[in-house]
T-cell receptor, first 115, second 112 residues
Framework: AQSVTQPDIHITVSEGASLELRCNYS??????LFWYVQSPGQGLQLLLK??????LVQGIKGFEAEFKRSQSSFNLRKPSVHWSDAAEYFC?????????????FGSGTRLSIRP | EPEVTQTPSHQVTQMGQEVILRCVPI?????FYWYRQILGQKVEFLVS????????KSEIFDDQFSVERPDGSNFTLKIRSTKLEDSAMYFC??????????FGPGTRLTVT
């Protein structure tokens, strides 16, 4: 069965520090992988996506993620966080063979920024 | 940048009442979805819609729920008889042929 695991429920980092949010997926075929960000009371904004090709994907707001098939991981990184990055981050997976199928979301990681 | 819109932003209704949540997807997109997020929980898939019919639905999407695209632009989710546990944020998503994805801002449904 498809699943996404985000092992960290809540992470706090200092402003200016680097960030890595973990995501592991379970999927039988080559997946499509996504990271979304959600500010309190807001909708979901797509940060980046991986479909194929280069395993290091650049996204918006200075985020990047690396697809590691051998580890079934798609961790999100940012070299230097800003206070405005405080939000909930969701990793998600979709089937690579069909764009009509649903996306499975992880349970999310809440990011807090220490001044 | 194109965007998905949803109305209303917040809906308060009494238990047992019918609600209709509305979404206007990106005009040239082909696949449409509804997801929900109970407060503090993960985003859950409800239903996908393609070519004017449901292509997939979750176990959450029981007979109380229905979707339609009545006029080629709006995409609606109807809950016939709301329950307290239907209180959640409901997101519409619109996905184009190249799998570019856009989520709407959500409708917060509160059932009292």
């Amino acid at each position: 069965a498809q699943s996404v695991t985000q092992p960290d429920i809540h992470i706090t980092v200092s402003e200016g520090a680097s960030l890595e949010l973990r995501c592991n997926y379970s999927y039988g075929a080559t997946p499509y992988l996504f990271w979304y960000v959600q500010s309190p009371g807001q909708g979901l904004q797509l940060l980046l996506k991986y479909f194929s090709g280069d395993t290091l994907v650049q996204g918006i707001k200075g985020f990047e993620a690396e697809f590691k098939r051998s580890q079934s991981s798609f961790n999100l990184r940012k070299p230097s966080v800003h206070w405005s990055d405080a939000a909930e981050y969701f990793c998600a997976v979709g089937p690579g063979y069909s764009s009509a199928s649903k996306i499975i979301f992880g349970s999310g990681t809440r990011l807090s920024i220490r001044p | 940048e194109p965007e998905v819109t949803q109305t209303p932003s917040h809906q308060v209704t009494q238990m047992g009442q019918e609600v209709i949540l509305r979404c206007v997807p990106i005009s040239n997109h082909l696949y449409f979805y509804w997801y929900r997020q109970i407060l503090g929980q993960k985003v859950e898939f409800l239903v996908s819609f393609y070519n004017n019919e449901i292509s997939e639905k979750s176990e959450i999407f029981d007979d109380q729920f229905s979707v339609e695209r009545p006029d080629g632009s709006n995409f609606t989710l109807k809950i016939r008889s709301t329950k307290l546990e239907d209180s959640a944020m409901y997101f519409c998503a619109s996905i184009g042929a190249l799998y570019e994805q856009y989520f709407g801002p959500g409708t917060r449904l509160t059932v009292t």
